[in-house]
Structure formats: structure tokens, C-alpha cells
């Protein structure tokens, strides 16, 4: 009865929605994603003879992304992206589906449902909104895979065998973030000659503060009188809040913004193209880019990545290819080996720390690869201990 009211649910919220958007590609014959009739294959439970059978059927693995929008411009465009270039190069194996199901999480848990209703064989989701989802929802269509990024899930509250989470080093991009706003706080271009920089998060989360330790670690590295100055929005939609937080920064002293706050971020880059002198740091995409032809885009200095969208090709990669590659009922971890986070390196960083500084970030870049530089990960600190690294 629970599943049936659920999927009601699902079907009166989802028709409110923004359409689905699918994305269908031609090409070679595709893997076969259920076993044959009178196969000696068992059911494929755990999704192994769904892609390991390509026996010419003919049939596309389905795969459904659930995003809230797609052009915020930083996380969730970035897997949005990723499932794109999913069509665009696998499209003889995939059929892609996108979903935008709007800012109001009420309505996601519906999307959900709807999506493996339909029968999605592969259904991707992000953030940490959706941790209760991805703890309940699988349990009910054990056949369904299911992708999680940004957030772990309870792997002990039931049979998750066919969850895959998905995290990333981020403390990694954020160090890099760090050190290049040290270099621009103290460099000709700065508003002033404060070495103090701010940080803007949406939500004082595990993920969030991720970016912010490595962040810290990263400008302390440079300059250890770097002082960081913190605040957040309380979630990752408020742009007039983000900018006010950023503005108040500014005031203090900060010639130079790290924003790791989703859409609200958006604020933070409109504060600083207000103020001469003054520079923001994009998240998760290459904000300068997408800002492109904007009066914001000259404001951002570099970006810190989470690729979700190198990630999710690379998952979508060793599925087809071999889905025991792809260790579903666990949490995998992405990192600079993987291309999967880092920073922009472009002309318009040359031009705010100069190619001496610039050359300077490569080198730590390296550092952290070759593991001389150990970044730290909030998840092993206790809050004191984040608190030490960001405020001494």
C-alpha cells in the first residue's frame, strides 16, 4: 500500500514539473539490460547480466538524471553535462533522461519514484537533500541502480547493494582555491592590502566545509597571516542573501570570495563585480565560462571543480564495459588523479596573480598529486579542529 500511495504521489507531482527532456542516440546495438527469457541467468538483482548480456537486443541501458535545474551554473549543471556527454558518446548505449524538478524538495522524492516507475535502469541524483531518498526508495526496486553524488548513505539501514555514492576530494580543489587567493590578497590587484579573504557556503555541512578546510590549508600554505572570514547562506538558492553575506565580507577587508553555495553563489560573483578590487572564486564549474558574455564574468578568477560530469562519464564508462567495475553498495571517492576535481587555469587568473603566481599553484597542484602535500579531509576532524585551521 505504501509504494502504491507513493507512486500516486509521484505521478500528480511529477505532472507539475518541467518536462523531461530525453535525450535518444543512434548507433550500434546497445547492451542488453534484462535477461532473456528462459535465460539460466539469474534475475539480475544486482545488475549484473544487465550489462554484461549483449546479445544484440537492441535495447539501451536507461538512464534517468534527477537534477533541480539544470543551468545553475555550478553543480548541478556540471551532471547535467556529464549525462549529455553520456549521449553524445555512448549514445548507441545509453538512453538519457533528465528531469528538472524544480527548487522545491518536496517534489523530489516524487521524481524518484516516477523515474524508476518508468523503468529507468540507472537513476542519478545529487546532494545531500536526497540522502533519505537514496536510503528508502532503492530498497523498493532492487533491479534499479542508483547514483548518488555529493552525499554518503547509511549503507547499514538496509540492502543498498545498488547504491553507488559518489564523493569528492574537494578539500583538494579547495587548497588550490586557497592558495590563489593568498597570492591575489597580496598582489597589485587587490583592493587593499589586508591579507584577508572571505568564504561563502551555502549550507555548514560536511560537504561544504570540505572546500572550506582545504581552503584554509591551501592560503596558509602561501601566507600563514592569511585571515579567512566565514558565513553562510542556510541553503544554495538565495542569491540576495549570498551577496549581502559577501558584501559584509568586502566591508571587512576581504578583496577576494571563495563561494561554494550552488545558484546562491551567483550573489557572491555580483558582489564582487560591484567592487574594484575585488575577485570571486566559482565552484564545481568553470564559472567563467558559463558567465560568458556577462558583466559578471571578468570577476571571476578561477573556479573550483568537482567534475561531476568527468565522474559520471567514467561510471557510465565501466558500467558497459564491465558493471563489477562499478562498486555499487559502497561510497567511491574521486579525486585530482581522476580528473574529477581541480581549478581553472586561464587568462584571466594569468592576469590577477601573474604567471610567476600561477606557476606557483601548478606546483602545489603537483605537490598534492605526488602526495608531499596531504590535504586535510573534514570528515576525519572534529569541529574544534576545523575551527584551528580556519581561524590560527
Keep these: 500500500m505504501r509504494k502504491s ?50 546479445a544484440g537486443s537492441g535495447e539501451k541501458l ?22 549529455m556527454r553520456v ?98 590578497t597580496t598582489g597589485e590587484n587587490a583592493a587593499n592590502t589586508d591579507k584577508t579573504i572571505g568564504f561563502v557556503g551555502g549550507t555548514e555541512s560536511t560537504t561544504v566545509n570540505n572546500f572550506l578546510v582545504g581552503y584554509a590549508e591551501g592560503a596558509k600554505y602561501v601566507d600563514p597571516e592569511t585571515k579567512i572570514l566565514t558565513a553562510y547562506v542556510g541553503d544554495f538558492m538565495d542569491t540576495a542573501k549570498a551577496k549581502d ?9 576581504a578583496d577576494i570570495v571563495f563561494q561554494v553555495a550552488g545558484g546562491a553563489g551567483n550573489g557572491v560573483i555580483e558582489a564582487a563585480a560591484e567592487k574594484d578590487g575585488v575577485m ?11 558567465l560568458e558574455g556577462s558583466n559578471l564574468q571578468a570577476s571571476v578568477i578561477t573556479s573550483s571543480l568537482k567534475l561531476l560530469d568527468n565522474a559520471l562519464f567514467k561510471i ?20 585530482l588523479k581522476d580528473d574529477a576535481v581541480g581549478i581553472v587555469f586561464n587568462d584571466n587568473l594569468t592576469k590577477s596573480i601573474g604567471e610567476e603566481n600561477v606557476a606557483k599553484v601548478e606546483e602545489i597542484l603537483g605537490k598534492i598529486q605526488s602526495g608531499e602535500i596531504t590535504v586535510s579531509d573534514v570528515a576525519e576532524l572534529t569541529t574544534d579542529q576545523v575551527k584551528d585551521i580556519v581561524n590560527n
Excluded: H
Excluded at 524544480?102 to 535502469?121: E, I, L, M, N, V
Excluded at 570571486?280 to 558559463?290: E, K, L, N, P
Excluded at 563489477?324 to 567511491?332: D, H
Design 280 to 290: 570571486a572564486i566559482g565552484v564545481d564549474s568553470d564559472q567563467y565560462r558559463t
Design 245 to 253: 553575506l559577501a558584501n559584509a565580507q568586502i566591508s571587512e577587508g
Design 5 to 54: 500511495i507513493k507512486k500516486a504521489a509521484a505521478i500528480i507531482l511529477t505532472a507539475a514539473m518541467a518536462m523531461s527532456m530525453t535525450a535518444c542516440g543512434g548507433g550500434k546495438t546497445a547492451e542488453e539490460t534484462k535477461a532473456p527469457a528462459g535465460s539460466e541467468a539469474e534475475p539480475a538483482a544486482d545488475g549484473e547480466t544487465k550489462a554484461a548480456d549483449a
Design 87 to 184: 549521449q553524445e558518446e555512448m549514445g548507441d548505449k545509453f538512453e538519457v533522461n533528465v528531469v528538472e524538478m524544480g527548487d522545491d524538495t518536496t517534489k523530489w522524492q516524487a521524481a524518484f519514484y516516477d523515474a524508476a516507475d518508468s523503468g529507468a535502469d540507472i537513476i542519478v541524483g545529487t546532494g545531500f537533500q536526497n540522502k533519505e531518498n537514496f536510503e528508502t526508495i532503492p530498497l523498493e526496486y532492487p533491479d534499479t541502480k542508483f547514483i548518488l553524488f555529493d552525499q554518503d548513505v547509511d549503507y547499514t539501514s538496509g540492502d543498498l547493494g545498488n547504491v553507488l555514492t559518489v564523493l569528492f576530494d574537494s578539500n583538494q580543489s579547495g587548497f588550490l582555491a586557497g592558495a590563489v587567493a593568498a597570492y591575489y
Design 62 to 83: 536507461k538512464m534517468t538524471l534527477c537534477i533541480g535545474r539544470k543551468n545553475d551554473l555550478s553543480f548541478q549543471q556540471s551532471a547535467y553535462e556529464g549525462a
Design 316 to 335: 557510465c564508462s565501466d558500467y558497459v564495459e564491465d558493471v563489477s567495475k562499478v562498486p555499487f553498495g559502497t561510497t567511491a571517492t574521486y579525486g
